[in-house]
């Protein structure tokens, strides 16, 4: 079945790491985008990518990177300088650019110890 | 980033009931879409709304996309269990500078008792 996935789904680390968020589609979608979720709170865009070798800053960008190398992937790293990164961090992607219909990945649980 | 308001911010209501809850901005938007999103899961699309004043349903959802372009409404009729989750409304338009900029509202958390 088509679809997004995301890996891992739960993920510890401690302060001052780097770490990788998974994100697959074969859906054949052109765009991608990462989210953040926090309690209470709607979801905030991180990055996007609307093609191959192209992605954007989205709202709240600073102390995460992204590639995107292959149109089936889309990583997200966060990095040491983000500063409060325990999170639900939510990857999606449509079929056109410039679209509010995403499908989303199952998520991944960050937390920082 | 600048999010819609949606309210309720919770409901807890008994199976059978009916829900409305409602997202409003100060800003015209030309999409809204509502998204549901179960415990642990990633938000799954419900409705999307392209026209002012448009009423699409979906099941036992019902949408509306308000004739000012600045809200929309989300009914659910006779709930039942399965419909537990947050519910999040969207809104799709030139905002902040930058053009067709997606915004989330800060979800509706539902509680059915059976």
């Known amino acids: 079945d088509g679809g997004i996935t995301q890996s891992p789904k739960y993920l510890f680390r401690k302060e001052g790491q780097n770490v990788t968020l998974s994100c697959e589609q074969n859906?054949?979608?052109?765009?991608m985008y990462w989210y953040r979720q926090d309690p209470g709170q709607g979801l905030r865009l991180i990055y996007y990518?609307?093609?191959?070798?192209?992605?954007q800053k989205g709202d709240i960008a600073e102390g995460y990177s992204v590639s995107r190398e292959k149109k089936e992937s889309f990583p997200l790293t966060v990095t040491s300088a983000q500063k409060n990164p325990t999170a639900f961090y939510l990857c999606?992607?449509?079929?056109?650019?410039?679209?509010?219909?995403?499908?989303f990945g199952e998520g991944s649980r960050l937390t920082v110890l | 980033g600048q999010q819609l308001n949606q309210s309720p911010q919770s409901m807890f209501i008994q199976e059978g009931e009916d829900v409305s809850m409602n997202c409003t901005s100060s800003?015209?938007?030309?999409?809204w879409l509502w998204y549901k999103q179960d415990p642990g899961e990633g938000p799954v699309l419900l409705i999307a709304?392209?026209?002012?004043?448009e009423l699409t349903s979906n099941g036992r959802l019902t949408a509306q996309f308000g004739i000012t372009r600045k809200d929309s409404f989300l009914n659910i009729s006779a709930s039942i269990p399965s419909d537990v989750g947050i519910y999040f409304c969207a809104g799709q338009g030139h905002y902040g500078g930058a053009t067709n900029k997606l915004i989330f509202g800060t979800g509706t958390l539902l509680a059915v008792q059976p």
């Open positions: 709304l392209y026209k002012a004043g």
């Open positions: 999606a992607s449509s079929r056109q650019k410039n679209t509010g219909e995403l499908f």
């Open positions: 859906l054949n979608h052109d765009a």
């Open positions: 990518s609307q093609i191959v070798n192209d992605f």
């Open positions: 800003s015209i938007f030309n999409t």
